[in-house]
């Protein structure tokens, strides 16, 4: 991009950002040995984060929260989420830009795999949850499994294990997972089922607590609804100026491919 720089201003900026790269071996394989350290770092980076995120919810005495599952629970989720949002953004693109040839089948399947096992994890973690609270025999805990099967908020639990556990099984099928519209309907089916998790761990834990004096119902205000859709609105909006201005697809790794690719067939 620096050197295929037109306007000065992309020139300076496309200059800076590359931090005096020039290409030569030594460049090269520092990159490579950086590039392979922070992916080695990122592995551990997922569970650490989303472990120590569990524990904000798990140390507290809330119904429906102080439980062992949740750091396990919250990283399956997690990488079951963001495969779901991988898949929300990369099918568009694929089919926009035509990269068909960089973004294959194979790429698509290999996630919606990856979905399936998370996804079981995800309703192992359900099921433990439910299972805890009614054997630990505390009342409170009783209470609040039988006002997420029974309470106001019911359809709201119903809807997540709709989402997250019933509809991604058939992922199973060969056939569906090789359907890119079924594909990108699954992957928004899970994308609202997780924030529905969200939604019924915090809301309804909040509203039926210890004490019934501070029973109520949760109803969003106008900025509530602001605040959700003008974030999704944020992330789109940057998603587009990144794809507009940078390339989606890192270009040496796909010279580096077509290299490998041409070596091969040699």
Not at 115 to 121: C, D, K, R, V
Not at 213 to 224: K, L, M, Q, V
Request: net charge positive; charged share 15%; aromatic share 16%.
């Amino acid at each position: 991009l620096r050197d295929h720089a037109v306007k000065r201003p992309a020139q300076i900026i496309y200059g800076m950002l590359s931090m005096g790269w020039r290409g030569s071996a030594r460049h090269w394989h520092r990159y490579q040995s950086a590039y392979l350290l922070l992916a080695g770092l990122a592995t551990p980076l997922v569970l650490s984060v989303h472990t120590v995120v569990s524990f904000d919810f798990a140390i507290a005495i809330v119904p429906g929260w102080h439980t062992t599952i949740f750091p396990p629970y919250f990283v399956a989720g997690a990488i079951y989420s963001g495969f779901a949002m991988v898949l929300t953004i990369a099918i568009p693109l694929r089919k926009v830009y035509g990269l068909e040839d960089f973004i294959t089948m194979g790429h698509l399947d290999n996630m919606a795999k990856v979905m399936l096992a998370t996804g079981l994890i995800v309703a192992y973690g359900y099921f433990f949850e439910m299972f805890l609270s009614l054997y630990s025999g505390n009342k409170f805990d009783v209470f609040l499994v039988e006002q997420r099967l029974h309470g106001p908020y019911a359809p709201f639990y119903y809807a997540l294990i709709l989402c997250n556990i019933l509809l991604p099984q058939l992922l199973w099928s060969y056939r569906l997972r090789h359907n890119v519209a079924f594909l990108f309907f699954m992957s928004i089916v899970v994308n609202v089922g997780m924030w529905l998790e969200r939604f019924v761990i915090v809301v309804i834990s909040l509203t039926r607590d210890f004490v019934p004096s501070a029973w109520g119902r949760y109803w969003p205000t106008f900025w509530d609804w602001a605040t959700l859709i003008g974030t999704i609105g944020m992330f789109v909006a940057l998603l587009f100026l990144f794809v507009r201005v940078l390339p989606a697809i890192s270009i040496a790794e796909m010279r580096e491919l077509v290299a490998e690719t041409s070596e091969d067939k040699k």
